[in-house]
């Protein structure tokens, strides 16, 4: 868990042996990119391309604006 025990906080080693921390910024990152991946799968599709398909779905990741690492607003693009 992070500092003061309000989330749960990933790392690993990569290939070079680097260590990698993967944070609640990043974790949510990777959630988007997996439930865009699990709604292509399943013959949908979250593209602005696609917005008047009959299969689009809209998906959208909210993260809070007080971020450690002041990233602040940025869109996220799944896939």
Same mark, same amino acid.
């Given at each position: 868990?992070?500092?003061? /025990?309000?989330?749960? #906080?990933?790392?690993?080693?990569? @290939?070079?042996? +680097?260590?990698?921390? =993967?944070?609640?910024?990043?974790? *949510?990152?990777?959630?988007?990119?997996?439930?865009?991946?699990?709604?292509?799968? /399943?013959?949908?599709? #979250?593209?602005?391309?696609?917005? @008047?398909?009959? +299969?689009?779905v809209? =998906?959208?990741?909210?993260?809070? *604006?007080?971020?450690r690492?002041?990233?602040?607003?940025?869109?996220?693009?799944?896939?």
């Open positions: 868990m992070d500092g003061d /025990a309000d989330r749960v #906080v990933y790392h690993y080693f990569d @290939d070079e042996g +680097n260590w990698r921390l =993967l944070d609640g910024d990043a974790i *949510a990152c990777l959630c988007g990119v997996f439930f865009a991946d699990q709604l292509a799968a /399943a013959g949908l599709s #979250v593209s602005p391309d696609d917005r @008047d398909a009959d +299969n689009f809209n =998906l959208g990741l909210v993260q809070t *604006a007080y971020v690492l002041h990233r602040g607003v940025v869109p996220v693009a799944c896939g």
